[in-house]
């Protein structure tokens, strides 16, 4: 008898654990999937690119010219153009739909883990604004978006930009 006491001490648990949060489970709506989700986020990089060319191109403004800072000097007035960009285009969109345009068009959209719209102050202040405030070091702002990407290959597809805003990325 005294055997079978031991042998049930290292016995797996039987009950039933489940994720907080699990594809198809309580948000309503299906997780974006991860290759849509890169696709949406170069279509916006790629916008991006192309109003700073035509910015460069039709005023004084450069914002590619060589400042002549070192990797560990903070870029901050190129960080506040980055977010004023970023408002600029994207702006309208996330306070109304959770949706930059590259998600627009890709149809997913940002919400909170139930299915519920995410309101701007969290999109901006916990979800991008940790990368904008990396983006000031030029050395450190890749850095923590390779890191930040790299969260998405979890079973949960949620970047660690989503884990710090507690936002999930759905089909729209």
């Known amino acids: 008898m005294e055997d079978q006491s031991q042998d049930a001490r290292y016995a797996p ?13 309580a948000q309503s709506g299906e997780l974006a999937s991860r290759g849509t989700r890169f696709f949406a986020a170069m279509l916006d990089a790629g916008i991006s690119i192309a109003v700073i060319w035509l910015l460069s191109k039709l005023t004084p403004v450069n914002l590619w010219e060589d400042d002549g800072l070192g990797m560990w000097e903070p870029r901050i007035s190129s960080a506040v153009a980055g977010m004023v960009l970023y408002l600029v285009l994207h702006g309208y969109l996330l306070a109304t739909r959770g949706q930059t345009i590259g ?5 997913i959209r940002i919400a909170r883990p139930d299915g519920s719209q995410a309101q701007i102050g969290r999109i901006l202040a916990l979800r991008d604004g940790p990368m ?15 890191i930040d990407c790299l ?21 729209a």
Do not use: M, N
């Not at 648990?13 to 489970?25: R, Y």
């Not at 904008?132 to 390779?146: H, Q």
């Open 13 to 25: 648990p039987q009950s039933h654990v489940e994720d907080v949060l699990q594809p198809g489970g």
């Open 103 to 107: 998600k627009a068009l890709f149809r």
């Open 132 to 146: 904008f405030f990396t983006s000031i070091w030029p050395l450190l702002g890749p850095i923590y978006v390779l």
């Open 151 to 171: 969260f998405i290959f979890r079973a949960s597809r949620r970047c660690l930009h989503d884990q710090i805003a507690d936002t999930v990325v759905l089909q």
